[in-house]
């Protein structure tokens, strides 16, 4: 992912470093076998008012510079851009701390969504592995991941999760009930640790309720 060839783009306006950025999430999710089938989608801020997206379709564990596209994160809506991309819109707006968002089908997160969530939630705790969550500084507390309805009106969906994330907590991620995972940090590094982190940690959670995951 750091050949200069991948990182050839149509759009100079991306950043190298962003638009490397990207790529990193695209092919690090591709690689677990998080995105099948050409799902989720990955970005990286840019500045205030725009990131880099993945565009609609393709391979993202495959993805080139050709697939990722220039967004304003208060639009107008970009014609490649993916249904999806109004909920990374939202993150850079909540947050001029986070830095990149990505969004995953991973099985572990979408079986957690459907058997786990209770009151709206999926809650983890007592995981030493919760401190790879920014500020987390002991197992000894819990995590509440807020879970949200599927709906394929992304603006209905935007505005249940911007509600909710300003009256509870900004957090980490959210899920989507039987679809996956949004998550989030301050820069691609980040991220890409957190979607690890939930990763295992719905991983282990399920298996203590006995369900292969
Ligand atoms: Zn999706």
């Known amino acids: 992912m ?4 991948v990182l050839k783009t ?29 799902s989720g989608n990955f970005s990286v801020r840019i500045d205030k008012s725009a990131c880099a997206v993945t565009a609609s379709g393709g391979d993202k564990g495959a993805l080139t510079a ?9 639009g107008p809506a970009h014609p ?23 969004h995953v089908h991973a099985q572990p997160a979408v079986l957690a969504s459907l ?17 790879a969550l920014n500020g987390i500084k002991t197992h000894a507390t819990h995590v509440d991941v807020p879970v949200f309805e599927n709906d394929q009106d992304m603006d209905a969906l935007a505005a249940r999760v911007e509600a909710r994330l300003k009256a509870d907590e900004l957090g980490w991620g959210f899920l989507l009930v039987g679809h ?22 719905f991983t282990l959670m399920l298996k203590m309720k006995g369900i292969p995951a």
Do not use: C
């Not at 490397?20 to 092919?27: E, P, Q, Y």
């Not at 996956?180 to 590094?189: I, K, R, S």
């Open 2 to 5: 750091t050949n200069a060839s």
């Open 10 to 38: 149509t759009d100079d306006t991306v950043p190298a470093d962003v638009l490397r950025g990207v790529i990193a999430l695209a092919h690090h999710a591709g690689a677990k076998g998080w995105v099948p089938a050409t």
């Open 66 to 74: 050709a697939g990722v596209i220039r967004a304003g994160i208060n």
């Open 80 to 102: 490649r851009a993916s249904a999806e991309a109004p909920l990374h819109y939202l993150m850079y707006k909540l947050s001029p701390s986070i830095g990149a968002v990505a």
């Open 115 to 131: 058997v786990l969530a209770q009151d709206g939630r999926v809650r983890i705790e007592g995981l030493e592995l919760l401190k």
């Open 180 to 201: 996956g995972l949004y998550a989030w940090g301050a820069d691609t590094q980040e991220t890409l640790r957190h979607l690890d982190a939930f990763d295992y940690l």
